[in-house]
Nanobody
Framework: VQLQASGGGLVQAGDSLRLSCTTS????????MAWFRQAPGKEREFVAS????????NYATFVKGRFSISRDNAKNTAYLQMNSLEPEDTAVYSC????????????????WGQGTLVTVSS
């Protein structure tokens, strides 16, 4: 399956963005989806994940209720709604897919998109 992340950009602190991850190839419904991010000079970290049927969602603690992950299986797309953005959220955000249950461990994800840059100015 191929993943394409989009929706990043330059915003001010307090603004919102919605990232999209569109997929092609094997059925989108077969995969749990997740978002990870990597800030300059830092390791990649988990942001959020969602199960195939949307009944399980998990979030990193730093999200603090500001972000929401969702998916539209009819559109083969996963989303990350990010509200109340902070300068510390500046990073390249990547989407990932895996069979089975979602995970916050990046190495178990089989497929990755190229990432979209989110820059939050203070």
């Amino acid at each position: 399956v191929q993943l394409q992340a989009s929706g990043g950009g330059l915003v001010q602190a307090g603004d919102s963005l919605r990232l999209s991850c569109t997929t092609s190839g094997r059925s989108f419904r077969d995969y749990s989806m997740a978002w990870f991010r990597q800030a300059p000079g830092k390791e990649r970290e988990f942001v959020a994940s969602i199960s195939r049927s949307q009944d399980i969602t998990n979030y990193a603690t730093f999200v603090k209720g500001r972000f929401s992950i969702s998916r539209d299986n009819a559109k083969n797309t996963a989303y990350l709604q990010m509200n109340s953005l902070e300068p510390e959220d500046t990073a390249v955000y990547s989407c990932a897919a895996k069979d089975g249950l979602p995970s916050d461990y990046d190495l178990v994800y089989d497929f990755w998109g190229q990432g979209t840059l989110v820059t939050v100015s203070s």
